[in-house]
């Protein structure tokens, strides 16, 4: 099969056009790795899905019943959107660290991902 993804090249001529079989060929190896990692990609789908619903869950349930509690305590109106304001920004920061950690995870899976892929199509030789 050769080295199917020097194909594919961004430095290759703009006359060049890959085969049907060339097609099928990386087809091919994209679904094998695909399917090698298809627990790791579904770990991660998991993390997207869980942190969204997380902060949906936030904003939807547990923001307002802080809302209505603190409105039922005996607190100035100041003190409580003060407080509010804070609770909001610092549960933004944590969402977006753990968006970020999963990110990274991505990032990290998708680098593996790649490496793989080219372990496949160039047999460990040349990066």
Known sequence: MGN????????????????????????????????SYREEIKFINDLHTTHTQEVKN?????????????EAEPITDDVRREWLKHLEQHMNKSFDMSGHFIDVLTTKKVEEFNEALRDKIFGGGVR
Request: no cysteine.
């Open 4 to 35: 199917l993804f020097d194909n594919f090249r961004k430095n290759k001529p703009k006359h060049f056009e890959p085969t049907a079989q060339m097609l099928f060929d990386y087809e091919e190896h994209y679904m094998r790795l695909v399917k």
């Open 58 to 70: 936030f904003y939807a349930n547990d923001l307002p019943a802080i809302i209505k509690k603190l």
